[in-house]
C-alpha cells in the first residue's frame, strides 16, 4: 500500500499526519517507509533528528535519474533507518529545488512510481510526505500512490482551497493512474470548544466530501512531540491526541 498526504496549501499537517501514521504502521510490526520529498525536510528532521541530512537523499535518487550513463546505485541506498523498528525513511534534501526544472525539462515524472513497484516488495507500507504546492514531487508522488490522504486544517482558506486540489488529484487519477483514490479528508488542529470547525466540517459532509470519521484535534503534545523528534506513538503513546492518530490508522487500514 502506497499513501500519498497531499494538500497544496501549507502548514496543514501533511508531514504531522503522514509521519505519525507511518510510526503507527512501524510500531505494529508493518515494515513501513517514508519518503520525504519537501525540501524544507520537515519529516526527515522529525525522524531523524538533527543528523537527518545523509549522502543519499531522495534527492540523489532523482539525480541518478539524469545521468543515463553512469550505472545506478541500488534503491536502498537512498534509504536510512531511523531509530524506531520497522520505520525507515528516504530523506529530503534542500537539493531538491535546484533538480526540480532539469527534471521537469528531462521528463522524468514516472521515475518514483518506478523506484516504488520494485522497492513494493520490501515493505508493508509506503507513506509519501509531499511539499505544499502542486509541482513535480507532488505530481510524482500522486502517480506513483495507491491512495491519498488529504489534511484539512478548519480554516476556510483550506476550504476553498479543498476544489482545486480535488479537481487536481482527478486531473492526474485520469491522465495519468487510474488506480489512485482519494481515501479521505483528515480533519486536523480541530477544536472541539469553538463553533467554527464544527460549523466547516458539517458543511464539508454536507457536500458529500469524504471527510473521514476520526478526528485530529488540536494539542501542544503534536509540537512537543516535534521538537524533541519522536512520533506521538513513540513519545506518548497514551496521550489523547496519540490516540485519535491510532484510530485514525484504524479507520484508513479497515
Ligand atoms: N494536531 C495538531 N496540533 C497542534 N499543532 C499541530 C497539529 N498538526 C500540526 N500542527 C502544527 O502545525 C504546523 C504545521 O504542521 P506540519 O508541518 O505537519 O504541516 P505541513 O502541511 O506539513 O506544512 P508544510 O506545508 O510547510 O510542509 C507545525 O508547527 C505543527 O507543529
Ligand atoms: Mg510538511
Known amino acids: 500500500m502506497i499513501r500519498v498526504v497531499f494538500n497544496q496549501k501549507g502548514g496543514v499537517g501533511k508531514s504531522t499526519i503522514c509521519s505519525n501514521l507511518a510510526a503507527i504502521a512501524a510500531s505494529e510490526g508493518k515494515r513501513t517507509l517514508i519518503i520525504d520529498l519537501d525540501s524544507q525536510c520537515?519529516?526527515?528532521a522529525y525522524l531523524l533528528g538533527n543528523d537527518y541530512r545523509v549522502n543519499f537523499s531522495v534527492a540523489e535518487f532523482f539525480e541518478q535519474t539524469l545521468n543515463i550513463i553512469m550505472k545506478g546505485r541500488p534503491y536502498q541506498d537512498f534509504i536510512t533507518p531511523t531509530a524506531f523498528p520497522n520505520l525507515s525513511i528516504?530523506?529530503?534534501s534542500e537539493l531538491l529545488g535546484e533538480l526540480i526544472?532539469?527534471?521537469?525539462?528531462?521528463?522524468?515524472?514516472?521515475?518514483?512510481?518506478?523506484?516504488?513497484?520494485?522497492?513494493?516488495r520490501d515493505y508493508d507500507e509506503i507513506y509519501i510526505d509531499t511539499p505544499p504546492a502542486f509541482n513535480f514531487y507532488s505530481l510524482s508522488a500522486l502517480i506513483a500512490a495507491d491512495s491519498c490522504l488529504i489534511p484539512f486544517d478548519c480554516d476556510d482558506f483550506s476550504?476553498?482551497?479543498?476544489?482545486?486540489?480535488?479537481?487536481?488529484?482527478?486531473?492526474?487519477?485520469?491522465?495519468?493512474n487510474d488506480k489512485l483514490r482519494v481515501e479521505g479528508i483528515v480533519v486536523n488542529q480541530f477544536q472541539g470548544q469553538a463553533?467554527?470547525?464544527k460549523k466547516l466540517v458539517a458543511e464539508l459532509r454536507a457536500e458529500d466530501l469524504p471527510i473521514l470519521n476520526t478526528l485530529i484535534h488540536s494539542s501542544v503534545k503534536v509540537?512537543?512531540?516535534?521538537?524533541?523528534?519522536?512520533?506521538?506513538?513513540?513519545?506518548?503513546?497514551?496521550?489523547?491526541v496519540t490516540?485519535?492518530?491510532?484510530d485514525l490508522y484504524a479507520e484508513i487500514s479497515a
Request: glycine letters at 2%; charged letters at 30%.
Open 159 to 176: 476550504r476553498r482551497g479543498l476544489y482545486s486540489l480535488l479537481a487536481n488529484i482527478e486531473e492526474t487519477r485520469q491522465d495519468h
Open 243 to 246: 490516540l485519535q492518530f491510532c
Open 90 to 92: 528516504m530523506p529530503a
Open 223 to 240: 509540537k512537543e512531540s516535534h521538537n524533541i523528534s519522536q512520533p506521538l506513538i513513540n513519545c506518548a503513546p497514551k496521550h489523547k
Open 195 to 197: 463553533s467554527l470547525p
Open 101 to 120: 526544472v532539469k527534471l521537469e525539462q528531462r521528463h522524468k515524472i514516472y521515475k518514483l512510481r518506478d523506484a516504488l513497484v520494485k522497492l513494493k
Open 42 to 44: 520537515n519529516t526527515s
